[in-house]
């Protein structure tokens, strides 16, 4: 026997939340990516403190708005937000290396990913239905 279950739509409240969210972490993400491009004297300096060689600047870059890409495709998003969650991942380790302030540098990747996440649990329905937020 099976059992199908349908999940209610989001409210407008929630979906317009969650769209914001996403759009916020989004921006920040291409804004990130188009800086990685441009090299300006802010990330030839990180860059250069961090002891990443610039050359390495631009694929990181495709990295990103790759994994960008794939999170703003709703079929992919998922995929995209567990690829940009490693992505973050490895700024925090960067930043830690660099004894950088904790909320200001360090957490602000988790920042971004708790809006990317966010977003997108406000979005999708079958996500709330794998990971139930409980009374």
Not at 56 to 73: G, K, N, S
Not at 100 to 121: N, R
Request: charged share 15%; with cysteine.
């Amino acid at each position: 026997m099976e059992t199908t279950t349908q999940t209610p739509p989001a409210s407008t409240k929630r979906l317009w939340a969650g769209r914001i969210l996403s759009a916020v972490a989004t921006l920040v993400m291409i804004f990130d990516g188009v800086m990685h491009f441009l090299m300006p004297p802010a990330v030839v300096e990180g860059f250069t403190k961090a002891g990443w060689p610039l050359s390495t600047a631009r694929p990181l870059a495709i990295i990103e708005l790759l994994c960008l890409t794939l999170y703003v495709i709703p079929r992919t998003s998922v995929l995209g937000a567990l690829l940009l969650t490693g992505y973050l991942g490895g700024a925090v380790a960067v930043n830690v290396r660099q004894l950088l302030p904790l909320f200001t540098y360090v957490l602000a990747p988790v920042y971004v990913a708790v809006f990317l996440w966010g977003g997108l649990y406000l979005r999708d329905a079958r996500l709330r239905e794998i990971f139930p937020i409980r009374r």
